[in-house]
């Protein structure tokens, strides 16, 4: 089962502080980790731009090896408490630093650039590798070793051949109804309008080999809201209550988030 999820960028306006709104994204990043999300689509809602840009910034920033940080991000405000993120310790970020530890067959991520008119791609050792792949100079590129230490060779491959989880994509949408009349595969709508989730039904989501989008509102807005009379124009949507007989008023986002996606990780067992 590949399983993205939608949330708006609104999901911030219940934080007032830069440094609250940081620490928020860095557990929606932990739980889209955890839980293996493929893509994380932040689409608009609200007036709120700023928090949006604030969002999809430091999402991609969690997801980027530690090692390619310097390179292809610039100090910037957004990231002026990125000290308080707590890392993803993803496969991609895991890798070690000495080039004699390198075996054939082993998958980096790295940057490409050019020393002297020759390219070469950095993957965070203590030697640059020659790269001959497509992608283009100051760019993250995937490579698999085509041989260990001491030669250092190495292949430009997709994502989608890697076998283990390497980290989720961040796209941005300008609405909902978009994304979700444009999905080809299964939609969950999360709301406490939905009917409540059962085994039977997570079952046949998990099981399908259709990609599944899980989407989620926003601290003042329900996705029914959200999409207004529009609901009944998407296909293929199924509204579902992941917290039946909530004691509290509302759910947060890193608490549905975090909570929908162990409901639906259990029916994987």
């Known amino acids: ?80 408490f990125a000290g308080v993120l707590q890392p993803l310790r993803i496969a991609s970020h895991v890798t070690p630093a000495n080039s004699k530890k390198i075996k054939q067959g082993d998958i980096r991520e790295g940057i490409v650039i050019s020393v002297k008119g020759k390219r070469f791609v950095d993957v965070g050792i203590n030697q640059l590798v020659p790269f001959f792949g497509k992608t283009p100079i100051g760019k993250r590129v995937t490579v698999q070793f085509k041989e260990g230490h001491p030669k250092l060779s190495v292949k430009e491959i997709n994502k989608s051949e890697i076998l283990k989880y390497w980290g989720y994509s961040v796209k941005e949408r300008a609405n909902l109804f978009s994304l979700m009349n444009e999905w080809k595969g299964n939609i969950i709508i999360t709301s406490r309008k939905g009917k409540i989730a059962t085994r039977e039904q997570l079952t046949k989501y998990v099981k399908s080999n259709e990609e599944t989008l899980l989407v989620f509102g926003s601290p003042e807005k329900g996705v029914h809201e959200i999409l207004g009379g529009k609901m009944k124009n998407v296909q293929n949507a199924k509204s579902l209550n992941f917290f039946p007989d909530q004691a509290t008023e509302t759910v947060r986002l890193e608490e549905a988030l975090l909570g929908t996606l162990a409901i639906i990780n259990s029916q994987r067992m």
């Open 1 to 80: 089962m590949k399983l993205s999820v939608a949330i708006p960028e609104s999901s911030l306006s219940d934080e007032s502080l830069k440094i609250d709104k940081t620490r928020k994204i860095s557990v929606l990043a932990r739980a889209c980790a955890i839980f293996k999300i493929d893509t994380i689509y932040v689409y608009q809602e609200g007036q709120n731009k700023q928090d949006g840009n604030l969002m999809v910034m430091i999402l991609k920033y969690l997801e980027t090896p530690q090692f390619l940080r310097k390179r292809l991000f610039p100090k910037m405000n957004d990231l002026k």
